[in-house]
């Protein structure tokens, strides 16, 4: 199987390709594409990332390749990473308007030539924000369920992360999902939380206590405090440690937002959920994640068949997604899943894109 990754010399692009190799996700006989733009610093800058990758990795380096056009992207999972990225930095604003902007050319070049000189196989995995704008871009082109947006997916593995933290155990053992939109909008499925190795009851219980008495009603107003807080303290290392008296949900919104504040980057993070998606496009079997996927009709919110971008949990595989796998969601949820779902169809309304 073949890999293209579409913005590999930046930050994100650059992990996952090191991400790959390191796992061992793709083989000997596999390719790994680097795509830049001709004209550009990564017009360059590929030919220099193939050359340090195979110094790295000789050993276990599948075949790796440049190209410079958008009309030579082939591979049979291409990730989208190319773009304008959030700003880092103390006092930056993530403006999704401004981003929207700025990428949807890109989004729309990428995914014109790929419907005119792909195989008509391929699937997209999408990194670059406003995820959800480049979705509907790749989506409506190419078919929706050969596009999945990583958002959901990683705003997932952060929300079990922060479980996991609290109760101090790994990762591995907590399950639950993410819904909505991709950052501050998120809608964390507490109904969906499973922790190995509990019964039913024991699970219930730790779960009423790490969630207290709140709702999904207060979450948006308790994220926003909750940065004004974090904004508010002078000292990173103590801002950091006061995210964790917060509950894992609102915790899985605000650690990555101090990340970005501090002027690091969540590159690895965003690698890692990344090529977990990769993988289980190449495994061959469907796998239930989260993801940002173009729905028609799957699920009923406020009521109705619902239709548009949205985050859910989707069985994945091969050809891409094929059934979104929402279990009965909390009352609500299921109203925060609904206002979330209209705000991100305004949004894309007002972004240039919707349905024709």
Request: proline share 4%.
């Amino acid at each position: 199987m073949d890999v293209a990754i579409v913005g590999a010399t930046g930050d994100v692009g650059r992990a996952i390709c090191g991400s790959l190799i390191e796992r061992g996700e793709l083989g000997a006989s596999s390719r790994l594409q680097l795509v830049g733009r001709t004209g550009g610093s990564s017009g360059a800058a590929v030919h220099g990332l193939r050359v340090d990758l195979i110094d790295a990795y000789d050993e276990r380096a599948p075949h790796i390749d440049v190209a410079t056009s958008p009309e030579d992207v082939v591979a049979d999972v291409v990730v989208m990473t190319a773009g304008r990225t959030v700003p880092t930095g103390t006092g930056q604003v993530i403006d999704r308007d401004k981003l929207a902007a700025d990428n949807r050319k890109v989004f729309e070049e990428y995914a014109d030539a790929l419907a005119a000189h792909g195989s008509g196989h391929e699937v997209v995995i999408v990194v670059s924000n406003p995820v959800e704008l480049a979705v509907e871009v790749f989506a409506r082109r190419l078919g929706r369920h050969r596009v999945i947006g990583m958002g959901a997916w990683l705003d997932t593995l952060r929300f079990r992360r922060e479980i996991a933290a609290t109760l101090g155990i790994r990762r591995h053992r907590v399950s639950g999902f993410v819904a909505g939109q991709h950052g501050d909008m998120m809608v964390p499925l507490w109904s969906s939380v499973r922790l190995r190795g509990l019964d039913p009851d024991e699970r219930a219980e730790i779960v009423d206590r790490l969630r207290g008495d709140r709702t999904l009603a207060s979450f948006r107003s308790e994220v926003a405090t909750a940065k004004q807080r974090i904004v508010a303290t002078p000292d990173v290392a103590s801002a950091f440690a006061a995210i964790d008296s917060y509950p894992p949900d609102v915790q899985a919104v605000i650690r990555p937002y101090l990340t970005h504040q501090s002027g690091a980057k969540t590159a690895n993070g965003t690698a890692n959920a990344t090529v977990d998606l990769v993988r289980t496009v190449l495994d061959g079997r469907d796998i239930v994640v989260a993801g940002q996927v173009l729905l028609d009709g799957e699920i009923e919110l406020g009521g109705v068949p619902w239709t548009g971008v949205l985050g859910v949990p989707v069985a994945v595989g091969p050809d891409g997604w094929t059934r979104v796998m929402l279990d009965d969601t909390a009352p609500d949820e299921s109203r925060a899943l609904w206002e979330v779902a209209q705000t991100i169809n305004e949004s894309v309304v007002a972004w240039g894109g919707g349905a024709s």
